[in-house]
């Protein structure tokens, strides 16, 4: 599966990365080099093989629908970038 | 006191010959004088240090201490401590100062133990050279043109050249156990789940997992004794009885089944390594071990389903240095998009990005079933080939690396460098053990011995490479920069 400059900047969309032009023509040839390499996997026979999502098998433990965090907004909002009155601040979205 | 074994320090602080203030002020004085030179640390915590290195004598006089209590310790700037930069070697997270301590860290603090410093690391440890970190590369000790592995590059280097008697490592696709081989030192990664990995900043989770970095296997079972265990904060980490992992060192090893993985020695592996590994394994032999041939099929195919699955799991982790709530965040963004775009941009290093796009791209519409669904059936696949190699055999034998550690620089080009793990990434593919150990030298640079056990084998890998440091002394060489710099 080749890989277009398209899709390079559709995913640096996506994961909200800005990409310049030169970067872009970089990214394809690099990550093209990687994709060739995962493209080997297609040569393997998985047909009835389940896909493996965590090494033990083992599923999401749950536990009782109870309130186990106290407020810690403070502490948590002091290595933020920007804040005022418990909000975090970014460019104004809504005009 | 730095050509000591952290078991030797311990038993030291126990009989009251050393303090634990002598020995931490020893060690800060060694960071000071050549730590600039490998560049092994990102942050040094001198004074905190001698705070908890004067609580611990004072635990000792009272009689509270535990074995550990006093025993200074370095952590790869990974592992979130309240207090302390956590820079994960980004400058994403340059200015980071983590609310909480991780579950580890909170052990080890519990345990006594004497945090010197964060240890230099691959930008959030995607690397396998410590060529990727916002804070430049870390040279190894044995030769200072030479790479020291990574992405626990500066823990390793720093353990080797006499810094920090141990240090904790994480380790994703071989991350603590490359730079131990490429180091001289020994290195365990734990079954996944064995440890908690609350607070150990995500990189891939479903293979990540902290381990200990030391100049022995006894080093190494002493601080797993205290890193293992549930923890209720990690949804994956398993709820199971933690053994004594010191209890166990001198169990014998005859009638051991050692199993070498044909895969494991064919084309690629240096002579050199090989040579090393298989005197490793007579050494075995005459310790009433008995060996044979496995193969394990899909090895092959280990590192291209990892470069699905790790960066699909990591441009997800990393979704959320948004620039908004931690972290970097770039100047005047004109509005919030530019703002993530931008912040993300400058934060991340071209390898963290490289695998942020790959792991975007496999996981979009159109994509995901020939690349994420195919990449987890053969996980499942390679997992199948271990768990039926240890039908047969106890344990599996092999290098920790094709080569000694490389030249710094050598590398440019990322698949070379991804390809440098084909021995240890399978193994977090399937969630098995891993310890690599000291077993000689090419060209004057370490060669590391892996030894692979199923899940939950740890005790028996400790065991096993106990056993093989009692007969050896490869573990107890140390490079000329160490003795230099003393």
């Not at chain 2, 240090?49 to 700037?77: C, H, I, N, Y």
């Not at chain 2, 912040?343 to 020939?370: N, P």
Request: hydrophobic share 40%; with cysteine.
């Amino acid at each position: 599966m080749a890989l277009e400059d398209s899709h390079v900047r559709r995913a640096a969309h996506l994961a909200r990365i800005a990409v310049s032009d030169d970067q872009a023509s970089g990214f394809v040839e690099d990550l093209s080099r990687i994709l060739d390499m995962v493209d080997q996997l297609q040569g393997v026979n998985t047909d009835g093989v389940a896909p493996l999502a965590h090494p033990l098998d083992a599923t999401q433990r749950l536990r009782a629908d109870e309130v186990t965090e106290t407020n810690q907004r403070d502490t948590f909002q002091r290595c933020a970038p920007a804040v005022e009155n418990g909000l975090y601040l970014v460019p104004r979205v809504v005009e | 006191m730095h050509d000591k074994t952290l078991t030797q320090l311990a038993k030291a602080l126990g009989s009251g010959e050393l303090s634990s203030r002598e020995l931490t002020e020893h060690y800060l004085q060694r960071i000071q004088q050549s730590g600039a030179i490998l560049n092994s640390f990102i942050t040094v915590t001198a004074d905190q240090a001698l705070e908890r290195a004067d609580a611990a004598d004072q635990a000792r006089a009272k009689g509270t201490a535990s074995l550990l209590t006093g025993v200074p310790l370095a952590l790869k700037d990974i592992f979130c401590t309240q207090g302390i930069k956590t820079s994960c070697g980004s400058r994403m997270l340059d200015n980071f100062d983590a609310p909480y301590d991780a579950t580890v860290v909170e052990k080890l603090k519990t345990a006594g133990t004497v945090t010197l410093g964060k240890t230099n690391m691959d930008e959030f440890a995607m690397g396998s050279s410590n060529e990727n970190s916002y804070y430049g590369p870390v040279k190894n000790p044995w030769d200072l043109t030479a790479v020291p592995g990574g992405s626990s590059g500066g823990s390793a280097a720093a353990v080797a050249a006499g810094l920090t008697p141990a240090a904790l490592g994480t380790d994703t696709g071989g991350s603590i156990r490359q730079p131990a081989a490429f180091c001289g030192i020994t290195g365990l990664k734990p079954t996944y789940g064995r440890v908690s990995r609350y607070g150990m900043i995500a990189y891939a989770s479903s293979l990540d997992q902290a381990g200990p970095m030391a100049r022995s296997a006894e080093d190494c079972a002493h601080l797993l004794n205290v890193m293992a265990g549930h923890d209720v904060r990690d949804s994956t980490c398993v709820a199971r009885g933690v053994p004594d992992y010191a209890e166990t060192l001198n169990a014998p090893l005859s009638g051991l089944k050692i199993g070498l993985p044909i895969e494991y020695f064919g084309e690629g592996l240096d002579p050199e390594v090989e040579k090393a590994v298989r005197e490793a394994v007579s050494v075995y032999e005459s310790l009433g071990a008995t060996v044979r041939d496995v193969s394990l099929p899909h090895t092959h195919y280990a590192i291209p389903a990892y470069y699905v699955i790790a960066p699909a799991e990591a441009s997800s982790n990393l979704s959320r240095f948004d620039g908004v709530r931690f972290g970097y965040r770039c100047d005047d963004p004109s509005d919030l998009i530019d703002l993530y775009k931008r912040s993300r941009a400058e934060g991340f290093g071209d390898e963290v990005q490289r695998r942020i796009l790959i792991g975007t791209h496999t996981l979009s519409e159109g994509f995901f079933d020939a690349y994420y669904t195919k990449a987890q059936k053969v996980r499942r696949l390679i997992r199948q080939d271990f768990l039926d190699a240890f039908e047969d055999v106890d344990v599996l034998m092999g290098p920790a690396s094709p080569t000694p550690a490389f030249d710094l620089g050598a590398k440019k080009d990322p698949v070379s460098m991804y390809l440098q793990d084909i021995y240890t990434i399978a193994v977090n593919l399937a969630g098995i053990p891993g310890i690599s150990v000291p077993a000689g030298f090419a060209g004057g640079r370490p060669i590391g011995l892996q030894i692979l056990g199923t899940h939950f084998a740890e005790a028996q890998l400790l065991n096993v490479a106990h056993q093989f440091q009692q007969t050896t002394d490869w573990h107890l060489q140390r490079p000329d920069f160490a003795e230099e710099s003393a």
